[in-house]
């Protein structure tokens, strides 16, 4: 799960796989594109959306997303277009392009819906994030489940 600062978006889509996935057979991690926020904690806003649903994200750290990231995860989901183009940057190969989506690709295909940036938002714009990556997490769980 990657957005750009890993400490809104992408550790409430980790928070919501890990819960929905089997963690036995699953690795969930997130990782922002810019690393500015390298060793934080989400931001109180995510942690209380989450809080408010009973995951806990309070323990996430935030890192920077690096090419290693494409030889540890088999599915690389990012929030927006800024996010896919700057991962897909990264790339190697095109066996590791084809590793990146739009996470809302998954809940929303051919839309090409980017999870919008809730840091200089509201409290409501935390929980509308909540709700779109809830969505796509679901379908993705299953996806990944019925394999």
Known sequence: MVCLGNICRSP??????RRKL????YTVDSAGTSGGHKGEAPDKRSIDVARKHDIDISSQRSRKFT??????????????????????????NDEQKQKVHKILEQ????????????????EQGF????TMLDRATDVIAQELESK
């Open 127 to 130: 929980q509308n994030v909540y």
């Open 67 to 92: 090419k290693n990231d494409f030889e540890d995860f088999d599915h690389i989901f990012v929030m927006d277009q800024s996010n896919y183009d700057d991962v897909v940057a990264l790339a190697h």
């Open 22 to 25: 089997n963690f036995t057979k």
């Open 12 to 17: 409430l889509a980790e928070g919501l796989m």
């Open 107 to 122: 809940a929303f295909p051919g839309e090409n819906l980017d999870v919008p940036d809730p840091y200089y938002g509201g």
